[in-house]
């Protein structure tokens, strides 16, 4: 940390202080933690709407911090990417995600589809591109089933070098959804610009579809929109079946949320899709 000098620290509010002071015992810890293996990746299970069935899922990191208890990645993924731990930690992620996809392969859970989340600083990074081509043909995955999540904001910091990224990513097979879609500042001509097979609404749109006429406009219009240019919709946040019979009118393919499932830890998803499975 820098040395700010004693007498700035006066003019901290109190907020301020704890803020601060959350921020360095995350900070400080950041690092470490890969190697202590304080980091879990849960499992949020995504379901097809046609059928209510689990297709697959969204990987969504947690961190067990020795004296935070568990922290939730709004709390750290900002600080990683700003420290450039996101590099080695997205690295990670994937490695995870990966080696499950492989545990899966074979078995009766082999249809899974897993989608893991991409943060800007790896997207516009030289090193992804190899990563996934070592992760995925040494374990001979299908790349079908390794879907990655990739924010507007975070596609549009550089539209061209994102072109090109997701232009390589579809010519090996890996699937490709824009995340938080509708909440950028960018127009939709990128819907045009860039290869991808799926968009996520967000769940801001989801959250007020039944009490606010505009969202659901919004939502029904966007599903519309995405199903004219051939790609397929995952609506992020259902929380009641109002919002599941909405979104399934409007044929939205697949929906993820509390409705179905909180994100969980791997072993209880993959009970959740064998209990399923029973059915
Ligand atoms: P996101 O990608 O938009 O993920 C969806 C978030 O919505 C998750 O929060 C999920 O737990 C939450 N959620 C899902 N269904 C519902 C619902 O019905 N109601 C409500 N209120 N929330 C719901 P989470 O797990 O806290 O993750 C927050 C964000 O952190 C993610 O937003 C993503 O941007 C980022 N993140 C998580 N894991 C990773 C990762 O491995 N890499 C990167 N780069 N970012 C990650
Ligand atoms: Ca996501
Ligand atoms: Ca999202
Ligand atoms: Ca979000």
Avoid at 168 to 195: C, H, M, N, W
């Amino acid at each position: 940390a820098k040395n700010q000098g004693r007498g700035n620290f006066q003019f901290f509010s109190a907020e301020m202080n704890a803020a601060t002071h959350e921020r360095l015992l995350l900070e400080g810890r950041l690092w470490q933690a890969l190697e202590q293996h304080e980091f879990e990746l849960y499992l949020q299970p995504q379901v097809d709407l046609a059928t209510a069935r689990i297709i697959g899922a969204e990987a969504l990191l947690r961190w067990h911090h020795p004296e935070l208890g568990m922290v939730g990645p709004d709390r750290f993924i900002p600080i990683a990417e700003e420290s450039g731990l996101i590099l080695p930690l997205g690295e990670w992620v994937l490695h995870e995600a990966t080696a499950r996809l492989a545990a899966w392969r074979g078995g009766d859970l082999a249809h899974l589809r897993l989608a893991v989340n991409l943060s800007a600083r790896q997207c516009h990074g030289p090193g992804l591109l190899p990563l996934l081509d070592r992760l995925l043909g040494s374990q001979g995955i299908d790349p079908a089933l390794l879907e990655l999540e990739i924010t507007e904001s975070a596609a549009m910091q550089d539209p061209e070098s994102s072109r090109v990224l997701l232009e390589q990513l579809r010519a090996r097979g890996i699937k490709v959804a824009i995340d938080d879609f509708g909440t950028g500042y960018s127009s939709l001509s990128y819907l045009k610009l860039f290869e991808i097979d799926r968009i996520k609404i967000d769940r801001g749109f989801v959250k007020d579809i039944e009490t606010d006429p505009d969202d659901a406009v919004i939502v029904a219009a966007t599903i519309a929109l995405a199903h004219s240019l051939g790609l397929a919709v995952v609506a992020e946040g259902v929380e009641t079946e109002a919002q599941r019979d909405f979104l399934r009118s409007k044929q939205c393919e697949e929906a993820q949320g509390y409705l179905f499932a909180k994100p969980v830890p791997l072993a209880q998803f993959e009970a959740m899709v064998r209990t399923q499975a029973q059915d």
